[in-house]
């Protein structure tokens, strides 16, 4: 084989053995002394301290960071951080998205920021709403012409009130973005807007105690 051939096989194989060292991994949230990790893209897996997952191991927890190792080289993570390359060459690489990650407040529910038409709001997740639902006064505030959607009736205490249904132009949660999202506003008052089944029924849902995970279906 010529000298220069036997150079590029060689730089091939190193490539390889490299990119074989290597593991991006991202942390999710922390259970206790277990870590919620991504590794490759994989689906989020609870790991303990100690034991190993996708050749990538857990070596310590703390509050909301965990150290991992693969091959003695070891990386400290943080909870919402971007995934890092563990092993040889470790640079950072870019969100491989597709998964929401969310924690219970003190009150037992999922709240999260997030955006609609590219409008910050707050959510509150109801897995018992039909749609994406929000009030009046925080249509009004985003700029959300709901009055050109179809108008429908709900029955309260105080008799029947108007609604509209509509669809959204886009709905963002961390960094997931969905298009063309179902969503009704009623003359109600509420704090957040109710993240309902028309966003929520395009995931996976996990619930592990205090924590969910949504991993887009589509």
């Known amino acids: 084989m010529p000298p ?41 897996k609870a790991v303990s301290t100690g034991e190993s997952f996708q050749g990538v191991k857990l070596v310590s927890v703390s509050g909301d960071q965990a150290v991992v190792e693969i091959e003695g080289s070891r990386r400290q993570l943080r909870v919402g951080d971007s995934p890092v390359r ?68 709900a029955s309260t205490a105080n008799g029947a009130v108007p609604t509209w249904h509509l669809k959204l132009e886009s709905v963002r949660v961390g960094d997931i973005e969905l298009r063309d999202v179902e969503a009704s506003v009623v003359p109600a008052n509420m704090p957040f807007v109710l993240l309902g089944n028309s966003f929520l029924n395009r995931f996976r849902m996990k619930r592990d105690n205090d924590l969910m995970v949504l991993e887009r279906r589509y």
């Open 4 to 44: 220069l051939a036997r150079r590029s096989t060689a730089a091939a194989l190193l490539a390889l053995a490299c990119a074989a060292s290597q593991a991006q991994v991202s942390l999710q949230g922390v259970l206790g002394n277990k870590a919620l990790l991504i590794v490759n893209g994989s689906s989020p």
């Open 86 to 153: 563990v092993g040889a060459g470790m640079a950072a690489a870019p969100a491989s998205g597709g998964v929401i990650v969310l924690h219970a407040s003190d009150g037992g529910h999922f709240m999260t920021e997030g955006r609609i038409n590219g409008e910050a709001v707050r959510f509150m997740v109801d897995t018992g709403a039909t749609l994406v639902a929000l009030s009046e006064t925080l249509a009004r505030r985003i700029g959300l012409d709901y009055k050109r959607g179809a108008v429908g009736y």
